[in-house]
T-cell receptor, first 115, second 114 residues
Framework: NAGVTQTPKFQVLKTGQSMTLQCAQD?????MYWYRQDPGMGLRLIYY???????DKGEVPNGYNVSRLNKREFSLRLESAAPSQTSVYFC??????????????FGEGSRLTVL | GQQLNQSPQSMFIQEGEDVSMNCTSS?????WLWYKQEPGEGPVLLIA?????ELTSNGRLTAQFGITRKDSFLNISASIPSDVGIYFC??????????????FGTGTRLQVTL
């Protein structure tokens, strides 16, 4: 039972380079999310997709784009990486039970360093 | 955005001790959640709370949804080495029906010594 799978787990970029973080879930969840985690900041929502075919901005969307490729996959793209985007990125999905909107399932994270 | 104050920031305790941590918000929440994150892993849900005053246990863990709806507490009894990790609270503001509105606390780092 894989759950939420993220790739790559580690990546080092130079300023200005682009890259895409991939996320896939095998739990048939409707909603998927991308968070970043920085020391002392908690988890902050970058973008989310409430359902296949929709995407919306979260708290910190600048510098990122997303694609909900299908129900399983939700990718996060950095078009021109900046050192401020050095962080650990987490993909998450949610069961979507009525009223149970907090039970997120997270991937293992992707650690990105921008030099 | 919303602000969640989580305390303490870190704890160093001996195996067998009980642990308490809490989270407070400046606004009312209708959901409180507690997650645990181990090194190199993503957060894992421990306990979810949906009603003011609710007290829920998961093994040695007990969490409560504060009556004011602005706070929540997590207690761990008889700590063991595998309790090591970072514990996050998360809350969802009232009248929001989507996890996109979840706000996470900054975490409590727990270290357990033998």
């Amino acid at each position: 039972n894989a759950g939420v799978t993220q790739t790559p787990k580690f990546q080092v970029l130079k300023t200005g380079q682009s890259m895409t973080l991939q996320c896939a879930q095998d739990m048939n969840h409707n909603s998927m999310y991308w968070y970043r985690q920085d020391p002392g900041m908690g988890l902050r929502l970058i973008y989310y997709s409430a359902s296949e075919g929709t995407t919306d901005k979260g708290e910190v969307p600048n510098g990122y784009n997303v694609s909900r490729l299908n129900k399983r996959e939700f990718s996060l793209r950095l078009e021109s990486a900046a050192p401020s985007q050095t962080s650990v990125y987490f993909c998450a999905s949610i069961r979507g039970l009525a009223g149970r909107t907090g039970e997120l399932f997270f991937g293992e994270g992707s650690r990105l360093t921008v030099l | 955005g919303q602000q969640l104050n989580q305390s303490p920031q870190s704890m160093f305790i001996q195996e067998g001790e009980d642990v308490s941590m809490n989270c407070t918000s400046s606004s009312i929440f209708n959901t409180w959640l507690w997650y645990k994150q181990e090194p190199g892993e993503g957060p894992v849900l421990l306990i979810a709370l949906y009603k003011a005053g609710e007290l829920t246990s998961n093994g040695r863990l007990t969490a409560q949804f504060g009556i004011t709806r602005k706070d929540s507490f997590l207690n761990i009894s008889a700590s063991i080495p595998s309790d090591v990790g970072i514990y996050f609270c998360a809350g969802q503001p009232i009248n929001t029906g989507t996890a996109s509105k979840l706000t996470f606390g900054t975490g409590t780092r727990l270290q357990v010594t033998l």
